[in-house]
T-cell receptor, first 115, second 113 residues
Framework: ETGVTQSPTHLIKTRGQQVTLRCSSQ?????VSWYQQALGQGPQFIFQ???????GRGNFPPRFSGLQFPNYSSELNVNALELDDSALYLC??????????????FGSGTQLSVL | SQKIEQNSEALNIQEGKTATLTCNYT??????LQWYRQDPGRGPVFLLL?????KEKRKERLKVTFDTTLKQSLFHITASQPADSATYLC????????????FGTGTRLTVIP
């Protein structure tokens, strides 16, 4: 077990709705990254938060947004859900020193289905 | 754009043999490369990290090589066991300021008893 917990584990939404996914980082980790993993694909980087500030973003539209809280837990929000948003959403925490982090500790993910 | 190719979607080997997985990348010069294991319905689990100035790294039955000239990493599991069956992902650091990882699509390894 990595110590990274995500909730909920499964979620079903309909197109156009909004969703919030939550992540609790491993103790002592100050950086959270979010990834989207479609079936049969590798994880795709969405964005990263370091000390409550966004620290980089992948090729995802603005309807994907996030937050990091003072206790380093994090949320991923997706507005105006589309069918293609159906995927496993992974949260990963790490200890970044000077903004540079290395290995990631992943949670088990939230399986989102958009109908 | 960056591209990572892992040698095949699926690899089947006999128990006790050495499994060799390949990761090739283009259009980038990563400072380090990582390998992760992912079981169905779970998040990836970190296995090994190798830096650009290291040729080889070992951890128990695992060995990783990194050839920056060929832009290739090889991941070996010696004396494979059915419990090694999983999807193995290679990942590169992008160093765009976020230090995020760029993952390949993975190779699904099945070790046959």
């Amino acid at each position: 077990e990595t110590g990274v917990t995500q909730s909920p584990t499964h979620l079903i939404k309909t197109r156009g709705q909004q969703v919030t996914l939550r992540c609790s980082s491993q103790s002592g980790h100050n950086t959270v990254s979010w990834y989207q993993q479609a079936l049969g694909q590798g994880p795709q980087f969405i964005f990263q938060y370091y000390r409550e500030e966004e620290n980089g973003r992948g090729n995802f539209p603005p309807r994907f947004s996030g937050l990091q809280f003072p206790n380093y837990s994090s949320e991923l929000n997706v507005n105006a859900l589309e069918l293609d948003d159906s995927a496993l959403y992974l949260c990963a925490s790490s200890l970044a020193l000077g903004g540079s982090n290395e290995k990631l500790f992943f949670g088990s993910g939230t399986q989102l289905s958009v109908l | 754009s960056q591209k990572i190719e892992q040698n095949s979607e699926a690899l089947n080997i006999q128990e006790g043999k050495t499994a060799t997985l390949t990761c090739n990348y283009t259009n980038y010069s990563p400072a380090y490369l990582q390998w992760y294991r992912q079981d169905p319905g779970r998040g990836p689990v970190f296995l090994l990290l190798i830096r650009e100035n290291e040729k080889e790294k070992r951890k128990e039955r695992l060995k990783v090589t990194f050839d920056t000239t060929l832009k290739q990493s090889l991941f070996h599991i010696t004396a494979s066991q059915p419990a090694d069956s999983a999807t193995y992902l290679c990942a590169l650091d992008i160093q765009t300021g976020a230090n995020n990882l760029f993952f390949g699509t993975g190779t699904r390894l099945t070790v046959i008893p």
